[in-house]
């Protein structure tokens, strides 16, 4: 119950801004505080900058995989045959780049990045939706 008072509290908008004033005052003094201790800063930042790379490095692996298999048809930019070496490319520096931002004395991001991998392969398997997602729609906005 008090957790969803806090809620209520922290979402209720300020009649003259329109914005969250409690909300955004409990952020400001969590920002100016997450910088204050600089072992948990320099985990947030770091982990930031890793997960950053790995959220690049996904989306290019799985164009690589696709393409020219699942992903036959492609929009206005198109690099042809380099596609292939700039992805290998784009992929081996981005995880390059994750890796030497897990190495010591940021080794706190390592674990917390197995962390996040087993909590997405849980909700990746537990949850199912794996079996469930079909797709974005097939339109013909779509099939540029």
């Known amino acids: 119950m008090e957790a969803y008072l806090a ?3 922290c979402v209720q908008f300020t009649p003259t801004l329109k ?3 409690i909300a955004t005052w409990v952020s400001a003094i969590l920002a ?3 910088t204050l201790y600089e072992d948990v800063f320099l985990v947030l930042a770091t982990g930031s900058t890793v997960f950053l790379n790995i959220s690049y ?3 290019v ?3 690589l995989f696709a393409e020219g298999k699942t992903w036959t048809h492609k929009g ?3 690099l042809k045959g380099l596609s292939e070496p700039i992805a290998i490319l784009a992929v081996l520096g981005g995880s390059f780049l994750a890796y030497l ?3 010591p004395p940021k080794e706190k991001v390592f674990y917390l990045t197995l962390i996040m991998l087993v909590v997405m392969a849980v909700f990746w398997f537990v949850f199912g939706k794996k079996r469930r997602f079909t797709g ?3 339109t013909d906005k779509t099939m540029l």
Request: with cysteine.
């Open 32 to 34: 100016v505080a997450a």
């Open 61 to 63: 692996a799985a164009g």
């Open 7 to 9: 809620i209520v509290c």
């Open 57 to 59: 490095v996904m989306p």
């Open 19 to 21: 914005t969250p004033l």
């Open 76 to 78: 206005l930019f198109n």
């Open 136 to 138: 974005p729609p097939k």
């Open 101 to 103: 931002g897990m190495q």
